[in-house]
């Protein structure tokens, strides 16, 4: 059995920045990647390849509480469900890491606080490339740094908007974007300000994903192995129950498409699947010390899962709207709450420019409008509202089928965020039709409007949170397993609670955070 200093368990924001981390303690690393590197193709910017279908998202059916077929578009490339993210990289503000009452619940305090992430932040941000103007958003958290990077400019469309918005009370702010962008230069710029950015894959490696990041500098060092095409099937412990002793996987040759079972095992084992994965792994590994599932004496593994209450709506304007890259403006005046609400209600982006290509397949929905009139005059928004952590909603395993037992709540604060929104976008004449928005990926085929359904899991986290006790917690404050001595988990199954806005970035901080305290435990 090949023996490493440490195994890590996927390649997306918290596995592949962990091996970034630990790459330069010169330990012996090996990087497992259920799937490929992502090819490199002029499809990568096809609006219908990309959003119709399969190509770049697995086609694995989940089920929901009912047993109906869900669709959830993961991504299983080297870097994760990173090479299709739209690159918005913000930190949770302050208050989301306390204790504080929603209109559907409690949202739960945080055993560590902002201050123990902010340094990582710091890091986070000028590792992918973050490109942000500090001080323009009121509910903007301390930093001990500005941004690594400019802000990206609004193009003259969005800047109008922008100024309108302030003009009426309220704060537009530059949203924080991952990019190699460089605006000062525009020659030497490998980001070239696209409209196949968010949601694409990005064919000229100018997205900060992981792969980019983190991934591909750390390739070519001696003492870090990667293998692609590598499911790994489950976990082994040793006679005790306290310690991995081996790792089961799955390898196919890319080539030949045969598949064979290989055993490896590491000092370490650091899984970082995405929330619902890692536990659907942790369950399916169960044997006969840890009989409900590795590291769930606490019968948390899998509970408390959040994926956020998202949801996408087109403003149209009389104006046309020529913008190419428009995901650059947030705003978040109603984060906390408004007068007359005392409850949070959550955070409001622009999203990438839909295309006429995008709307054609639900062109139905549109009319009177063609999908043209649409795309030409549209300003595209994304709604991101905080989902509570509740026991009930879970990741069940049933044999191969995957559930996720999930229940929606604050749809208050979702629904009354919507209205305020739709509100404002008449006010300032960016209103004259509100249409859903169909074209963005909920599973191939699949259409919304208004809110994501259930498929929509790209904010996935809190499957396994992290905390002091092992009855209430799954994780130790270093996301050590606390029933498996050298078991961590570095994705966004240690959150808490969601707060409201995008969680990549902070699964990069935790992800810094973790490696430098696997560093010193393994010197």
């Known amino acids: 059995m090949n023996h490493y200093d440490i195994i890590i368990i996927g390649t997306g924001a918290g596995g592949g920045t962990l091996t970034y981390r630990l790459a330069q303690s010169g330990k012996k690393i090996l990087v497992l990647e259920r799937g490929p590197f992502l090819p490199r193709e002029k499809e990568n910017w096809d609006v219908k390849t990309v959003f119709n279908s399969d190509r770049y998202h697995n086609s694995e059916v989940w089920y929901d509480k009912d047993g109906k077929e869900l669709h959830p578009g993961m991504s299983y490339f080297v870097g994760g469900n990173t090479k299709v993210y739209g690159a918005a990289l913000f930190r949770l503000r302050e208050k989301d890491f306390e204790k504080f009452q929603h209109r559907d619940g409690i949202s739960p305090e945080w055993p560590l606080k902002y201050k123990d992430f902010e340094p990582y932040y710091v890091q986070a941000e000028k590792l992918y490339q973050v490109h942000g103007k500090g001080g323009e958003d009121p509910t903007e958290p301390f930093r001990s740094a500005e941004f690594p990077y400019p802000a990206v400019s609004h193009e003259a469309r969005i800047q109008e908007i922008s100024e309108v918005l302030q003009s009426k009370g309220l704060h537009p702010y530059h949203t924080p974007v991952g990019i190699h962008l460089n605006e000062a230069q525009r020659y030497l710029s490998e980001c070239i300000r696209c409209n196949t950015c968010d949601g694409f894959p990005c064919l000229v490696h100018a997205k900060s994903d992981a792969e980019v990041s983190t991934v591909r500098p750390v390739m070519g060092a001696d003492n870090v192995t990667l293998l692609t095409d590598a499911k790994v099937l489950k976990l082994h412990t040793s006679p005790s129950g306290r310690e991995i002793s081996s790792v089961e996987v799955e390898v196919r040759d890319p080539e030949s498409g045969q598949v064979h079972v290989q055993q490896f095992s590491g000092d370490i084992v650091a899984i970082a699947c995405g929330a619902i994965n890692t536990s659907v792994l942790l369950l399916k590994s169960a044997n006969e010390t840890h009989p409900h599932g590795l590291a769930n004496r606490s019968d948390l593994v899998g509970r408390n899962f959040m994926k956020h209450v998202l949801g996408s709506i087109i403003g149209v304007s009389k104006k046309p709207n020529p913008t190419k890259f428009q995901k650059t403006l947030s705003i978040n005046d109603f984060y906390w709450g408004e007068d007359g609400y005392d409850y949070p209600m959550g955070q409001i982006q622009t999203l990438g420019k839909v295309s006429k290509e995008a709307l054609e397949g639900n062109a139905a929905a549109y009319a009177p409008l063609t999908p043209e009139d649409v795309a030409t005059h549209s300003i595209d928004w994304w709604l991101t509202v905080e989902d509570l952590p509740d026991p009930n909603n879970r990741i069940r395993v049933d044999g191969d089928k995957i559930i996720l037992d999930y229940t929606e709540n604050n749809l208050e604060a979702y629904d009354r965020l919507e209205q305020r929104w739709i509100e404002i976008l008449k006010s300032i004449e960016c209103g004259q039709a509100i249409m859903p928005n169909c074209s963005y990926f909920a599973g191939a085929g699949q259409?919304?409007?208004?809110?994501?359904?259930?498929?929509?899991?790209?904010?996935?986290?809190?499957?396994?949170?992290?905390?002091?006790?092992?009855?209430?917690?799954?994780?130790?404050?270093?996301?050590?397993?606390?029933?498996?001595?050298?078991?961590?988990?570095?994705?966004?199954?240690?959150?808490?609670?969601?707060?409201?806005v995008n969680p990549t970035l902070t699964i990069i901080a935790n992800a810094l955070r973790v490696g430098d305290h696997l560093i010193e435990r393994l010197k």
Not at 461 to 490: A, E, K, Q
Request: overall charge negative.
């Open 447 to 500: 259409t919304y409007t208004g809110r994501l359904p259930l498929d929509g899991v790209g904010h996935q986290v809190g499957t396994c949170r992290f905390g002091d006790d092992p009855t209430t917690s799954v994780l130790d404050l270093n996301c050590r397993t606390h029933d498996i001595d050298n078991l961590y988990i570095t994705d966004g199954s240690f959150f808490c609670s969601s707060g409201a």
